[in-house]
C-alpha cells in the first residue's frame, strides 16, 4: 500500500497528498462541504440523468454531450431520476471510481453521495462503481458503451468540446453487449485480432474490425463511433470501416491508418478474453447484522439463503452478502442517523474483513425503497400498502383469480402489458389440438377426453389462434410424474417434429404436472382433470381403487382444475372443495373456507368423472360411509386461511452464456427489445414463469442447452424457487403478448428491418453518400477528399454473387462451376472454410448465394424458394450442417 501510495503523489493531477490519513480526510472535507451549503443549488429533480465530476472536492457538472466518457483519473456522481408508473419517483445515485483517481477524490465522492441521498429525502438507491466493474443499471444508462479516457480534470483535461477536431486518439472497444472503449497507446501494438479499435483523428473516425470479432460487437462499435461524431463532432465527422484481415478492399482508410500508425505489421496480437474473471465465491447468500462496538465492526450473521423478509428489523441496519459478486446494505427507517450515513462505510470495511476485491460492487437502499434484485433474493416480499389487482399472482396451489366480466381478449392484443399479467395470450377459444405418447410416437387423442392427463403419459398440447389476422401457435409438452424417461424424451423429440411442421413458428412450453399455467387451465374450459397414475391409453384398463379423491380448485372455466390426491382424511383442506368417487356413490365435500363460485365448479368437474349419484356433504357433517372410504377418520388441514398475494416481482432479463464451461447469466438492467441480442438465448424471468428467447443467430449447443439452463437458475435461485416453474421457449419473430408485454413499446418489425441491414452498407440517397447503422442517424459526406477520394473506397459495396469481384485470383477463377456459366463458386472453395480462405469478395454470412441452384439443393436439401420461407434460425441450422455457416 506504501508503495500505491508513493506513486499516487508522483500524478501531476493528484491534490492532495497521498499519506493523509482517511480519517483526517473525512474530517476535512465534511468541513468543506458543510461550509458549502449551494452544493445541490444544480440538482434538478426531474426525470432524466446528471453527472458531476469532483474537481477541487467540488460538484462539478458534466455538459450532456460528455455523457459516457470518464478520466480514469477522476471520481463521477450519477443521478438518475425515473418516473414510475403511478406518482412516486425513485432515484439511484452512483459514485464512480476511476482506476487511477486519488484516495481523496474517492472519499470527497462518498461524501457527497451519501449529502445528496439526504437532500433526495433519503430515498435514493445508492451504488459503488469501479472502473470496468460497473454494474447492469449503471451501464444501462449508456447504451451505446462506456469511454474510458486519460488523465484526470484536475491534470488540464477538459470534457467533450463540440466540433473541436484537433483530435488523435485509439479507442480499443470490447463487448458484445456491455461495451467499453479504452484509450490505449497510439499503435499497431495495440490492436488484437479479436477486438475492434477506432482511430479517432477527429474530423474522421476509422473503425477497424478484428478478424475474429462477431457482427455484433461490430454494430456496437458503429453505434459508438457515431455517438461519438453527433455528441463530439456536432454530427460533421465521416466513419469508415475496416475489416481486418481483408485491408486490400479499404485501400483509402488504410492509407489513413498507415498514415498514422505506420505499416501495418503481419502479424498482430491475438484475440483477449471479454469474460472478467469470475470472483463470485461458491457460498450461499448470507443476511449479517453490522454494527459499531466501542470502535470495532461488528459481524453477526442473521441468516442465509433462502431469505425471508421479516428477517430485516426496522431499527437496524443490515448487510446482504450476495455470494460475494455484490455487497447490498439495507437501511431500517428507525435506525439511528449515524448507522444510515455510516452505511457505505460499513460495506467497504466488510469487503475488506471479508478479503473481497476492491471492485465488488457495493448498493445502499432504505426501507421501502429496495432495489428490484434486492428483493429477488428473498423468497417472499410483500411491499407496504400493496393491494390485490391487475397482474398479481398466488401462492403455489391457489389459483389466480380472473374477472370473466371483464376478460376481453381484444383487450389482450391491443395492450400486451395486460397479455403478461394476466399470463394469457388470449380468452383460450382458439383451436386444440392433443396428442399422448404412445410407444414413443405421438398419437391423436378422442376430443371427447380433453382435459384428461394421466399421471403416467406424456401429452403434447397445441393451441392455435389469431392475432392481427396471423395465426399463432402454442405447443405444450405435458409430463406426467409417472412417465418413464424414454416417453419424456420423446416428448420433447416429438414436439421439435411439430414445431418444424409449422415452420418453427409454436412457442414451446414445458408443463411439469401440477404445476400447469393459467392459459393451459383456460384451453379445457373449468374440465381439466389431473389424475396421478395409470394412462389413458385405449384399451389399457388401469388398476381398480376401491375410491379416489379428487381436489377440486378454481372459480370459473378460465382457472379450474381437479387434481387426485390420496384417498385419505390427511389430504382434505378446509379451504377447498373435493369430489370422493366410490364404486357405488360420489361426495362432493365442501369445506368451510370455500366460497359459491368454487362449489359450482366443483359441480362441472364432479360431472366429468362420476356418473354416479353425487351427494353433497358440508364439512362437519360428513356421514359414516364417507369417513369409512377415506380409511377413517383423521386430521387435516382445518385452518382457514386468506388467499396470500404472492409478491409482485419485478421481470428481469439475462443474457445466457456457457462459454466458460458452466452456466453463466448476465443482466440486462432497463431492458428494452433491443436488448435482446440475436446471437444470443435470453432469459426472461417474470416469477410465475421463465421464457427463454431463442435468437434467430444464436449457436446451436447455446439452443440444446437452454433448458439445462433455465433449470440450473431455478435450482440455484438463493430465494428457492420452485424447480417446477414453467418454462416458455420463444423464437424471434414468433413472440406472443405474454411475453412482449414485458418490454416498453415493442417494434413487431424489428427483426425484419434488422434483417436487412448490413454493417457497410452502399451510399443511401445518391450525392454525398452515407453509411447507416440500426439506431444511427446517415453519416455527413466525407469531409477531406484527400482521405476519401469517392463513395466507394469508403463504403465498400457488397459482393454480387452473379458477378465475382475483378480482385478474385486466378487459382480462384479457376475454379468456377461451369454449370453457373461463370456466375458460381465450387462448393469446395465455401464448405467448411473461414473467412479468410474464401475467394477475394465473398461474403462470408451469404455463402449460399454464390451456388448453383443444384449444388444448393444437394447441399441444403431444399430448393431456394422453399429456403427462403423457411425462418431465420431454421436456415441457420441447414447452413450450419452444410458447412457454410
Same mark, same amino acid.
Not at 484516495?103 to 437532500?119: K, M, R, S
Not at 478492399?249 to 483477449?272: D, F, I, R
Not at 470495532?296 to 446482504?320: G, R, Y
Not at 378422442?446 to 403434447?460: V, W
Given at each position: ?355 473481497? /476485491? ?288 404472492? /409478491? ?238
Amino acid at each position: 500500500m506504501e508503495a500505491k501510495n508513493e506513486l499516487r503523489s508522483e500524478r501531476p493531477w493528484s491534490k492532495e497528498p497521498a499519506r493523509t490519513s482517511p480519517r483526517q480526510s473525512q474530517d476535512k472535507f465534511s468541513r468543506m462541504m458543510n461550509a458549502n451549503n449551494n452544493a445541490f443549488k444544480n440538482v434538478r429533480r426531474k426525470p432524466g440523468l446528471q453527472i458531476w465530476t469532483i474537481n477541487k472536492m467540488q460538484m462539478d457538472p458534466v455538459p450532456p454531450q460528455a455523457f459516457g466518457n470518464f478520466f480514469e483519473g477522476d471520481c463521477y456522481i450519477v443521478l438518475y431520476m425515473s418516473e414510475n408508473k403511478g406518482s412516486r419517483q425513485s432515484a439511484d445515485i452512483h459514485y464512480w471510481v476511476g482506476r487511477t483517481s486519488s484516495q481523496d477524490e474517492q472519499g470527497a465522492a462518498a461524501i457527497y453521495v451519501t449529502q445528496l441521498d439526504e437532500y433526495l429525502g433519503g430515498s435514493p438507491v445508492q451504488y459503488r462503481e469501479v472502473q470496468g466493474y460497473e454494474s447492469p443499471r449503471f451501464r444501462s444508462y449508456f447504451k451505446n458503451g462506456l469511454i474510458y479516457k486519460k488523465g484526470g480534470v484536475a491534470s488540464g483535461f477538459n470534457h467533450v468540446e463540440t466540433n473541436a477536431y484537433n483530435v488523435l486518439r485509439l479507442l480499443h472497444v470490447k463487448g458484445r453487449k456491455d461495451v467499453t472503449a479504452t484509450e490505449v497507446e497510439v499503435s499497431w501494438s495495440s490492436f488484437n485480432k479479436g477486438d475492434i479499435f477506432l482511430l479517432d483523428i477527429g474530423k474522421a473516425i476509422v473503425q477497424w474490425n478484428g478478424p475474429q470479432s462477431n457482427r455484433r460487437e461490430k454494430l456496437k462499435a458503429v453505434l459508438l463511433a457515431q455517438d461519438i461524431r453527433d455528441r463530439e463532432r456536432g454530427g460533421r465527422a465521416q466513419i469508415g470501416v475496416v475489416e481486418g484481415g481483408d485491408e486490400r478492399s479499404s485501400p483509402e482508410l488504410m492509407k489513413v491508418l498507415t498514415t498514422v500508425l505506420g505499416p501495418k505489421p503481419s502479424q498482430l496480437k491475438e484475440a483477449t478474453s471479454d469474460d472478467v474473471p469470475d470472483s463470485a465465491q461458491k457460498n450461499s447468500v448470507r443476511l449479517y447484522h453490522v454494527y459499531d462496538n466501542s470502535g470495532n465492526l461488528v459481524i453477526q450473521e442473521v441468516a442465509k439463503q433462502p431469505l425471508t423478509q421479516d428477517l430485516l428489523k426496522t431499527s437496524d441496519c443490515f448487510i446482504l452478502d450476495n455470494k460475494g459478486s455484490s455487497v447490498m446494505v439495507w437501511k431500517g427507517k428507525k435506525a439511528s442517523k449515524e448507522e444510515r450515513q455510516g452505511a457505505m462505510n460499513r460495506a467497504l470495511s466488510y469487503i475488506k474483513a471479508k478479503k473481497y /476485491p476492491a471492485s465488488t460492487t457495493v448498493e445502499v437502499m432504505a426501507e421501502g425503497a429496495e432495489s428490484a434484485i434486492f428483493k429477488h433474493l428473498f423468497k417472499s416480499w410483500t411491499d407496504k400498502d400493496q393491494t390485490q389487482g391487475l397482474g398479481t399472482t398466488h401462492n403455489v396451489g391457489k389459483i389466480a383469480k380472473v374477472d370473466n366480466g371483464k376478460f376481453d381478449v381484444m383487450e389482450l392484443h391491443a395492450r400486451p402489458e395486460l397479455a403478461a399479467q394476466y399470463r394469457m395470450v388470449d380468452d383460450a377459444s382458439g383451436d386444440v389440438k392433443v396428442w399422448r405418447i404412445e410407444n414413443l410416437e405421438p398419437a391423436e387423442v378422442d376430443p371427447k377426453s380433453y382435459g384428461q392427463f394421466y399421471g403416467g403419459d406424456c401429452y403434447l398440447v397445441l393451441y392455435s389462434y389469431k392475432r392481427a389476422g396471423q395465426q399463432q401457435y402454442i405447443l405444450y409438452i405435458w409430463q406426467g410424474r409417472h412417465a418413464t424417461s424414454d416417453e419424456i424424451a420423446a416428448s420433447a423429440f416429438q414436439a421439435v417434429s411439430i414445431d418444424q411442421k409449422y415452420n418453427g413458428a409454436p412457442v414451446q412450453v414445458r408443463v411439469v404436472m401440477g404445476k400447469e399455467p393459467r392459459h393451459f387451465l383456460a384451453i379445457f374450459k373449468g374440465k381439466l382433470i389431473i389424475f396421478e397414475g395409470g394412462t389413458g391409453r385405449p384399451g389399457v384398463v388401469n388398476p381398480a381403487k376401491d375410491a379416489r379423491l379428487f381436489q377440486v380448485r378454481g372459480t370459473n372455466e378460465l382457472n379450474t382444475k381437479a387434481t387426485e390426491v390420496v384417498a385419505r382424511a390427511a389430504s382434505l383442506s378446509s379451504n377447498d372443495v373435493f369430489l370422493l368417487k366410490t364404486d357405488n356413490i360420489s361426495y362432493l365435500w365442501y369445506g368451510k373456507g370455500c366460497n359459491g363460485d368454487e362449489r359450482e365448479m366443483g359441480k362441472v368437474i364432479s360431472d366429468v368423472l362420476s356418473r354416479h349419484e353425487k351427494r353433497v356433504v358440508m364439512e362437519g357433517q360428513e356421514p359414516a360411509e364417507f369417513w369409512i372410504a377415506l380409511g377413517g377418520k383423521g386430521s387435516y388441514a382445518s385452518d382457514r386461511r386468506f388467499e396470500r398475494e404472492e /409478491p409482485l416481482h419485478s421481470p428481469r432479463l439475462f443474457e445466457c452464456s456457457n462459454q466458460t464451461g458452466r452456466f453463466k447469466i448476465t443482466e440486462v438492467d432497463d431492458f428494452a427489445q433491443c436488448d435482446l441480442d440475436e446471437d444470443d438465448v435470453m432469459l426472461l424471468d417474470t416469477w410465475e414463469e421463465l421464457f427463454l428467447w431463442i435468437g434467430n443467430s444464436s449457436y446451436e449447443y447455446e439452443t440444446k442447452e437452454a433448458l439445462n439452463s433455465a433449470r440450473d437458475y431455478l435450482r440455484t435461485h438463493p430465494a428457492g424457487r420452485d424447480p417446477d416453474t414453467p418454462i416458455i421457449f420463444v423464437k424471434q419473430g414468433y413472440e406472443p403478448p405474454t411475453f412482449t408485454g414485458w418490454f416498453n413499446a415493442w417494434d413487431p418489425h424489428k427483426w425484419s428491418d434488422l434483417q436487412n441491414t448490413k454493417l457497410n452498407k452502399t451510399p443511401v440517397g445518391g450525392g454525398g453518400g452515407g453509411y447507416r447503422a440500426p439506431g444511427g442517424p446517415l453519416t455527413s459526406p466525407p469531409p477531406n477528399k484527400a482521405y476519401f477520394q469517392d463513395e466507394t473506397d469508403f463504403f465498400p459495396r457488397p459482393s454480387s454473387p452473379t458477378r465475382p469481384q475483378s480482385g478474385m485470383s486466378s487459382s480462384s477463377a479457376s475454379s468456377l462451376s461451369s454449370s453457373g456459366a461463370g456466375k458460381f463458386l465450387d462448393p469446395e472453395l465455401l464448405v467448411n472454410k473461414t473467412p479468410d480462405e474464401l475467394p477475394d469478395g465473398v461474403d462470408p454470412t451469404r455463402k449460399e448465394d454464390y451456388l448453383s441452384d443444384q449444388d444448393f439443393e444437394n447441399l441444403l436439401g431444399s430448393t431456394r424458394a422453399d429456403f427462403q420461407r423457411l425462418p431465420k434460425w431454421r436456415q441457420n441450422d441447414l447452413k450450419k450442417k452444410a458447412g457454410i455457416f
